[in-house]
């Protein structure tokens, strides 16, 4: 029998390895100035809490009834579990910032980039319904993609004010538009126009709704759009959003903002203000959203029994690593890499040494002769090589063969640590 990996996984080589370590060092570096502090949770919860905010959820979960009759879920994300240690740990000063760098699992159909098993680095800021949260974690979240030298646009939405705007076209039944309109982009023009009317919007509210979610810019534009709209409250929302330019302006990222009505997230438990991170080229969004996020105000007082306010957002790890690639935008690596090749306790003697002062120090385990440890140094990109057989021993000097000059050079025994230092 031929075992294969399940579908819709994949396996992580060595040099992806590497590629994973450097995205969640930069991202945890940066979510740490900020002031963030790393956590991680379990990989499964109670099916009752994944489901409990958007029973609909139970579709794309992993789910399981465990030996003591449980019924057990995978998690989809990290806000729900983290509403939940929230939850558990009213202790925790507010504002509470964590960050995570975990591992995730829905069920859904595989795609390009689009795994049942997957990534992501996600923000979560908790304990303030003030603007100023909203403009950290976008600022957070720009500056995340920004260290990289990719070309993005962050797209943004309010969901109040387009509940607002709804309100104002007798349109009722909000949260299943708004999962039909996030997924917008996945369906023909036909089959959006019938889920449409399928939830019991007239042929003059979907009219209406299609030039509203058509709307994108700046805020100056979106205001100027709705113009026949307005309402106290559209107005109350507007100004909200005149207040959150102003401080992505003060954090250097107000470029990056453009407005669009027509995202709303997916998930139920988004309240408030919503955004989405697009690769572009030309001004055009390419692709599927890198990032996404926004305010969560009434999630965990499902589990609180108080409401505590909390915005943040997710990167999705596979779809940023593969823009890196796309781009070129990953560092060669710094280290130094070695292969000895001596007698056992030369060689081990030779590899702490060189570890002492930051060498990567790799030996030979199969007792292969020069040529054939050579072609494996090739192989495996290895540059340097160390020769140290009984000759070199008795001379009391080691050879390094550079294997990408093809040059090499007699180095005495004491000063390889210094020679190597040098190359660093």
């Not at 908790?126 to 100023?132: A, L, T």
């Not at 003697?349 to 060189?354: C, G, N």
């Amino acid at each position: 029998m031929k075992f294969k990996r399940v579908k819709g996984t994949f396996d992580i080589l060595p040099e992806e390895y590497r590629l994973y370590k450097y995205v969640e060092y930069s991202l945890s570096s940066l979510a740490e100035l900020y002031g963030y502090s790393g956590v991680e949770t379990p990989a499964f919860e109670s099916l009752e809490l994944l489901k409990a905010k958007n029973p609909s959820i139970v579709d794309q979960i992993y789910w399981f009834k465990d030996k003591g009759g449980r019924e057990i879920g995978l998690r989809f994300d990290l806000t729900v579990p983290i509403a939940r240690v929230i939850a558990e740990n009213p202790q925790l000063p507010k504002p509470v910032r964590f960050y995570y760098f975990s591992k995730m699992w829905r069920y859904e159909e595989p795609q390009k980039l689009r795994y049942r098993e997957f990534w992501q680095f996600g923000v979560e800021l908790i304990g303030s319904s003030s603007i100023q949260a909203d403009a950290e974690v976008i600022s957070l979240a720009i500056d995340c993609l920004r260290q990289f030298g990719l070309k993005f646009k962050v797209f943004v939405n309010d969901r109040i004010l387009l509940e607002s705007i709804l309100e104002r076209l007798s349109i009722h039944k909000r949260l299943e538009l708004f999962r039909i309109i996030d997924k917008r982009e996945k369906l023909s023009s036909q089959a959006f126009l019938s889920q449409l009317r399928a939830i019991g919007l007239s042929a003059q509210q979907i009219e209406r709704l299609m030039k509203i979610i058509e709307i994108r810019g700046d805020i100056e534009r979106i205001s100027m759009e709705l113009e026949d709209l307005k309402s106290k409250k559209v107005e109350e929302r507007l100004n909200v959003l005149k207040e959150l330019v102003k401080l992505i302006e003060a954090y250097g990222s107000k470029n990056y903002l453009e407005f669009d009505l027509s995202v709303v997230r997916g998930l139920d438990y988004y309240t408030g203000i919503v955004f989405e991170i697009f690769s572009v080229e030309d001004n055009k969004r390419v692709g599927n959203a890198i990032c996404g996020g926004g305010r969560y105000d009434n999630l965990i007082e499902i589990y609180a029994k108080q409401r505590i306010p909390a915005t943040g957002f997710a990167i999705g790890v596979e779809r940023l690593i593969e823009l890196l690639k796309q781009t070129k935008s990953i560092p060669k690596e710094k280290k130094i890499k070695v292969l000895i090749i001596s007698d056992p306790e030369t060689s081990i003697l030779m590899r702490r040494k060189l570890m002492g002062v930051g060498i990567i120090a790799l030996i030979d385990v199969m007792g292969r002769n020069l040529s054939k440890n050579l072609e494996f140094a090739d192989k495996q990109n290895i540059p340097y090589v160390i020769i140290c057989k009984e000759l070199e021993k008795q001379k009391g000097v080691a050879k390094v063969r550079d294997m990408i000059r093809g040059r090499e050079v007699e180095i005495e025994l004491d000063r390889l640590e210094t020679y190597f230092k040098q190359l660093l």
